[in-house]
Nanobody
C-alpha cells in the first residue's frame, strides 16, 4: 500500500556532497525503523544508516561522521545527507521502512533505488 521513491542520486567528484531523499506515498503508521541500504556491483546489500521511530540513529562504520540520516514527518520523507564522498561510496542506494501496525503483522517497504557514482 505504501510506495517509497528515492531521488537525488547522480555523479559527483570525490570529496563532494549529495543528499538523497525517500518520499512515502502516504503516512507510515507505527513504523519501527526507516533506513538506507546500498549495493555496489558484485557486493551484497549493506545497511548504511537507520533511524528509529524514537529518533535514534545508527550508521555503518564506513560512513559514520560523513553521512547523516533524518526524516521530515510533515513531508513523509526520509533523507540521507552524504558529505566527503569517496569512490567506495559508489552504489545503488535503497530506502527501506519497517512497520508494525498490529502485533500480528510486520511490513517491509522498499524503494526502487537511486544510483550514486563518485568519481576519483
Amino acid at each position: 500500500q505504501v510506495q517509497l521513491v528515492e531521488s537525488g542520486g547522480g555523479l559527483v567528484q570525490a570529496g563532494g556532497s549529495l543528499t538523497l531523499s525517500c518520499a512515502a506515498s502516504k503516512r507510515i503508521f507505527s513504523f519501527n525503523v526507516m533506513d538506507w541500504y546500498r549495493q555496489a556491483p558484485g557486493k551484497q546489500r549493506e545497511l548504511v544508516a537507520a533511524i528509529t521511530s524514537g529518533g535514534s540513529t545508527n550508521y555503518a562504520d564506513s560512513v559514520r561522521g560523513r553521512f547523516t540520516i533524518s526524516r521530515d514527518r510533515a513531508k513523509n520523507t526520509l533523507y540521507l545527507q552524504m558529505n566527503s564522498l569517496k569512490p567506495e561510496d559508489t552504489a545503488v542506494y535503497y530506502c527501506h521502512a519497517e512497520a508494525s501496525p498490529t502485533v500480528e503483522a510486520t511490513y517491509d517497504y522498499w524503494g526502487q533505488g537511486t544510483r550514486v557514482t563518485v568519481s576519483s
